[in-house]
């Protein structure tokens, strides 16, 4: 899940752990059993070139200062992210009131791949912050636009 966000951060604790320095991404991160390595860097090429920012030298009512369907990318701009990790992305409701989380991969293997995504966005240039993996996190964030886009592999 991609958020375009002009802020955000998210704490542990009370305690500030990542945040975006300036307007960018904020990337919901969750990992199934079929991923891979090599789908993480796949994932991570196509959110530093998707074209879903504004363009800040853009001006008018569908500039900087007003809502843009998505002129320039991440890698275009030098945008930042925030990853957060989030399993729930993976929620089955379609039986009973309880959700069931069978299809998101277990810890050990969900966060290897979270942290090859990270690695890979740092491969390609990106400034990246993160949440922490597996700790009950507040996230807070202004969603620009509103934009907020599935990806999937």
Known sequence: MLQRASRAEVRVEGQVVGRLPAPGLVLLVGVSHDDSAQVAAQL????????????????????????????????????????????????????????????AAPAAVAEPLVEAFVDALRGLGAHVETGRFGALMEVELVNQGPVTICLES
């Open 44 to 103: 991570a090429a196509k959110v530093w070139g998707l074209r879903v920012l504004p363009d800040p030298a853009a001006t008018g009512p569908e500039g900087a200062t007003g809502w843009s369907r998505g002129d320039v990318s991440c890698s275009d701009i030098g945008a930042p992210l925030l990853v957060i990790s989030q399993f729930t992305l993976y929620a089955d409701t379609r039986k009973g009131r309880r959700p069931s989380w069978q299809a």
